[in-house]
């Protein structure tokens, strides 16, 4: 899975996205999955590269396999439009440097990637298989 990221705009802006993710933890309760919880933007282009590669097949099958998936608005962090950020201080994130992040939690809200969940403003540039991989260790990963 070489060349350029597909991209896609997947990071709505929801009535509720607190309800979203709350939704995606008990559908995890359900099936024994992790909760993939992507923050980004849709004016970001490294958020909307991975969510280009979460849409392709090779992706789709890895998360109906091992994950819930949800997609949360982040605003515009230099404009001051910053809405959800109580989302990743919930599960630990004080701040969000840039976009897109990764949160991959258990289903009783356990983040499981503390140390990497902020570090994915380079999505763009990687390969699907280096993110395929990281996200397919993550599933398996102890909390």
Request: aromatic share 6%; glycine share 8%; proline share 5%.
């Amino acid at each position: 899975m070489a060349g350029s990221p597909p991209e896609a705009r997947a990071y709505r802006t929801s009535d509720d996205a607190s309800a979203d993710v709350d939704a995606a933890l008990a559908r995890a309760a359900q099936s024994g999955k992790r909760v993939l919880l992507v923050m980004g933007a849709d004016w970001c282009h490294d958020s909307r590269a991975l969510a280009g590669w979460l849409a392709t097949d090779r992706f789709s099958d890895l998360i109906e396999r091992e994950y819930e998936l949800v997609f949360v608005d982040i605003g515009m962090p230099r404009g001051g439009d910053r809405p959800n950020l109580a989302i990743a201080r919930r599960f630990g994130i004080a701040e969000l440097p840039g976009s897109p992040n990764v949160l991959v939690l258990t289903s009783d809200g356990v983040l499981a990637n503390a140390e990497s969940a902020t570090r994915w403003r380079d999505a763009a540039s990687r390969t699907g298989d280096e993110i395929y991989e990281e996200l397919a260790a993550l599933a398996d990963q102890p909390a």
